[in-house]
């Protein structure tokens, strides 16, 4: 049977910090996020004038959309991390509470005996107080 001293209450307790560490961190990332450094739209453009004006628009909005693309590669990356602490935190959260009801239903049994305990004890005495008293 478990008890309550022996569950590890500063596990259970480092735990909180951790978590809202995570989610400030993810926080902070998501909310830093720059935006694209080329951001044109495809109907905003005027058309060029030339082939070669052609090539170079469409290679700056190449460069935009790569630098677009690792910047949400490293927020998923990131994201991914912080979802696999947070998993990792909540079993064990888990494996706390598991033990935390082991121990209550420990005590809870301990309690019903101590109770039934009582009662045999009471019965006891009233037996030996009319036996006093018939004699």
Request: no cysteine.
């Amino acid at each position: 049977m478990a008890k309550f001293s022996d569950l590890s209450w500063k596990n259970a307790l480092s735990l909180a910090p951790a978590l809202v560490e995570s989610g400030r961190k993810l926080w902070e990332r998501v909310a830093s996020r720059r935006a694209p450094s080329v951001s044109p739209r495809p109907g905003s453009t005027p058309p060029a004038t030339s082939a070669a004006d052609s090539l170079s628009a469409l290679e700056v909005k190449l460069l935009g959309a790569e630098q677009r693309l690792a910047q949400l590669e490293e927020e998923a990356a990131a994201s991914f991390d912080v979802v696999r602490s947070i998993t990792q935190q909540q079993s064990q959260l888990a494996e706390q509470h598991a033990e935390l009801v082991q121990a209550v239903d420990a005590l809870l049994s301990r309690t019903r005996l101590l109770g039934w305990a009582g009662v045999a004890l009471a019965v006891a005495f009233v037996a030996l107080l009319v036996v006093a008293i018939v004699r």
